[in-house]
């Protein structure tokens, strides 16, 4: 059916003009960063400074064309400065333009192949380190210049030097260099009270502008930057090398990785600060590429994709790679028109500027992040190594180190032995325990036998193995030791957490029913919010709805539906075996009576599985048997025992109830929540009477509600021992009744022992527990002396 009425489709991208109202001021903002940002960089590489502005401008022309990173700003990096340097002063500059040229076309095949994702293997320790080594040997030198004096040959040099340049101060030069630093520090910091216009000039362009200003008004004798023609004068053909070639190859190599590198983690980050659309990585590669082997060409530096101009030009509103190619118009006019000016600029003011964006190559974030994940040695000899030798060898030592680390950690295993604990006992006794953690393999085996030779000859021993991976002499060798050990008298249990482990192995080659058991199922223990992408469900009732734009009909987003595909790709396999043998009928071994709160879950609370447990849930875990107010309790109760025959029956209340809350306030309300509250009515009158369960939990500082939870499992299991299917299982000995309690804040359990809860513990319970020793279920949460 159609109206009269004409809908106009909604417009999901800009139009060109929308496109260039934003982009062409932005590019305006990005040319005055890159302008002071190119010069310094071309210096650092001992370059000729048109070089750094042919770079720019090919980097805005050919690679933000073609390139894959939609608001990615391509130019001379300061991450390239130490190696380009090394390589003009090995090959010249015009050999050092083929090297560039070369390397263009190796990304281009990058590219093509599409390898641009290979890249981003390389460890972020190693790149961030190699960028931090970069830094610090461009601080090392530039600080010279700033000082008034000329920087040397390598860092080690310029670190011994620094005191003396400290010394002889050259006044006008330091001071130029000092006041570009500050500028440069303090910029960023200015109070917001400032108006917008003030605070979003650059700072690069304000410092090198406004230094250049105050040293030619007061006519300083500093030195300047020297041109030596016109940047069309200054377009060199590449020359190629006579001899070294294999250093000329390793040069190629290492410009085309870097520059990739770089270029690859500098578009995943830009792709983070917007919402439109994300990189084409292997397109990014053949655009950088092409930027190269042009830049080459015409005499320009090497080009990477660089995070200080892509931020800006993000920050600045663009909405295309238009602003990135007009950008690189704008270099060319001002380096063609206004080239004269750039020589009235003072060594010392570029220096002063490249010594802020080398110290801002050196990041603590990236450290911390390091440190937490291991891996900040990778970091420090990645550092080390670029500023003591060459940034060739120090990102070599980084990723051997990064692979040994991970080789450490494949095969290497955690290995403790723990002496007997007063608290601790396993059937009556004190055991050792032996605890193995990580990958157990050969390697690991000396350390072994050295952990196990501390265990006494006869003593009780517990071994467990927390190990993900399990190899075939490191079994050999625990199967022996265990075999020797009770053969002299001592008891050996071996408690894993793993697939395929030392119980496994025993099992399969004795063929006992051990030999089909799985591991354990994968995030068993895990909220949805803690492993599902896009979902909040903290318990706090948030994240309940779909994400916009996700399709409830196909489960997108969905985390029930989410769930369920998990279980079938990782654990529907794995609980098979034991479904098959239950395919024809359940036997549990208890009834296990709960509240409906989500965060009491049975089956990871009792280590149990399928088959296991019976489960009942209902609000406030209330056993209204035999009242008359409700039957479905009472049928469970009834189906349990005569059907199912259960031996056990398990009341669990847990701190904070609700539905405690409720009928102790009485806030449940006239309809049925409030009529099935009245279930509760008998434990709020006992525990106000003075229930002995009540004062030992006051005594320990539980609020009422929590009290009264408690009363309340003494209560409920009471009302079960008066129906009378479970009166006459009771006289016939054929049922016992266990009272749970699970504290929610720190994920413990008591049990229920005479007239108070006992935390659970490995020991036997008491006397006067609910229960038997070697029952299941209070074998799960036993409990140790009373306190």
Request: glycine share 12%; aromatic share 4%.
């Amino acid at each position: 059916m159609t109206t009269g009425a004409t809908t106009v489709p909604e417009r999901d991208t800009p139009t060109w003009r929308e496109k260039l109202r934003a982009d062409l001021p932005a590019s305006l903002v990005v040319f005055l960063v890159a302008v002071p940002l190119s010069l310094g960089i071309a210096v650092a590489s001992d370059a000729p400074l048109t070089a750094g502005l042919i770079a720019a401008a090919v980097g805005g022309l050919v690679a933000g064309a073609l390139g894959g990173s939609p608001l990615q700003v391509s130019g001379p990096a300061a991450g390239l400065t130490v190696v380009v340097a090394d390589l003009v002063g090995r090959f010249g500059w015009g050999v050092t333009c083929a090297i560039t040229v070369a390397a263009g076309l190796l990304q281009v095949l990058f590219g093509l192949t599409r390898t641009g994702r290979a890249a981003l293997a390389i460890s972020p320790a190693v790149v961030h380190g190699m960028l931090a080594g970069i830094g610090v040997t461009i601080v090392l030198g530039q600080l010279h210049v700033v000082l008034g004096g000329e920087q040397q040959d390598d860092a080690i040099a310029n670190v011994l030097e620094l005191p003396g340049q400290l010394i002889s101060l050259h006044g006008p030069a330091t001071a130029l260099g000092l006041a570009v630093i500050a500028i440069l520090l303090i910029w960023p910091r200015l109070p917001r009270s400032l108006p917008g216009w003030v605070r979003g000039i650059p700072a690069p362009l304000l410092a090198v502008v406004l230094v250049t200003a105050v040293a030619g008004l007061f006519a300083m004798p500093v030195e300047r930057v020297e041109i030596g023609g016109s940047l069309l004068e200054a377009i060199t053909p590449p020359v190629l090398p006579e001899g070294q070639w294999g250093a000329f190859a390793v040069g190629v190599l290492t410009i085309a990785i870097i520059a990739s590198v770089e270029s690859l983690l500098s578009a995943v980050a830009v792709d983070r600060m917007h919402a439109g659309a994300k990189s084409d990585l292997d397109r990014e590669l053949i655009g950088q590429g092409a930027g190269n082997t042009l830049s080459g060409l015409l005499g320009g530096l090497p080009i990477t994709g660089v995070i200080v101009r892509s931020s800006t030009n993000v920050a600045a509103g663009a909405k295309s790679r238009a602003s990135a190619i007009l950008h690189g118009v704008w270099i060319v006019v001002f380096s063609v028109a206004l080239l004269g000016l750039v020589q009235q600029i003072p060594m010392a003011v570029l220096a002063g500027l490249l010594v802020v964006i080398g110290a801002r190559l050196v990041k603590l974030a990236h450290m911390r992040e390091l440190h937490r994940h291991g891996e900040l040695p990778v970091y420090v000899v990645t550092v080390l190594g670029v500023v003591v030798t060459d940034l060739l060898t120090g990102v070599i030592a980084g990723l051997a180190l990064a692979l040994l680390l991970v080789l450490r950690r494949v095969v290497w295993a955690s290995i403790e032995v723990q002496e007997p604990a007063a608290d601790d006992r396993v059937d009556g006794e004190r055991p050792w325990h032996v605890v193995v953690e990580g990958a157990l393999c050969f390697p690991s085996i000396p350390r072994l036998a050295r952990r196990l030779g501390q265990v006494p000859a006869g003593a009780p021993v517990v071994v467990d193995l927390v190990t993900d991976y399990l190899d075939h002499a490191a079994y050999d060798h625990l199967s022996e030791w265990i075999e020797r050990h009770e053969r002299g008298g001592g008891h050996v249990r071996v408690d894993e957490v793993g697939s395929m482990g030392l119980l496994d192995r025993r099992a399969a080659s004795s063929g006992g029913p051990g030999a089909r058991r799985p591991g354990p199922v994968p995030r068993f223990l895990s909220p949805w919010a803690v492993w599902q992408a896009g979902h909040e469900a903290t318990g706090g009732g948030h994240g309940h709805a779909l994400d916009a734009g996700e399709d409830a009909r196909d489960g997108t987003g969905d985390p029930i539906l989410t769930g369920l595909r998990e279980y079938h790709r990782r654990a529907a396999g794995l609980v098979a075996p034991y479904l098959s043998d239950l395919a024809d009928g359940q036997s549990p071994y208890a009834l296990f009576l709960t509240c409906s709160d989500s965060r009491v879950v049975p089956n990871v609370l009792t280590s149990s599985g399928p088959g296991d447990l019976f489960t009942v849930r209902n609000v406030g875990n209330l056993a209204p048997v035999g009242t008359g107010a409700d039957a479905s309790v009472g049928a469970s109760v009834e189906y349990a025992l005569d059907a199912l025959e259960v031996p056990t029956l398990v009341v669990c209340g847990h701190s904070g109830c609700g539905a405690m809350t409720a009928a102790l306030h009485g806030t449940g309300g006239d309809g049925v929540l409030g009529r099935w509250l009245d279930g509760a009515d008998e434990s709020i009158d006992r525990w106000r009477a003075g229930h002995p369960v009540a004062a030992p939990a006051a005594a320990r500082g539980a609020c009422d509600v929590d009290q009264l939870a408690m009363v309340n499992v003494a209560v409920q299991l009471d009302r079960l021992a008066r129906h009378p299917a479970v009166a006459r299982a009771l006289a016939e000995g054929r049922v016992r009744l266990v009272g749970l309690y699970f504290d929610i804040a720190s994920a413990r359990m008591s049990v229920l022992d005479g007239d108070r809860f006992v935390p659970a513990s490995r020991d036997r319970l008491g006397a006067g527990a609910a229960g038997t020793p070697g029952d299941p279920v209070t074998a799960a949460f036993p409990a140790p002396d009373p306190v």
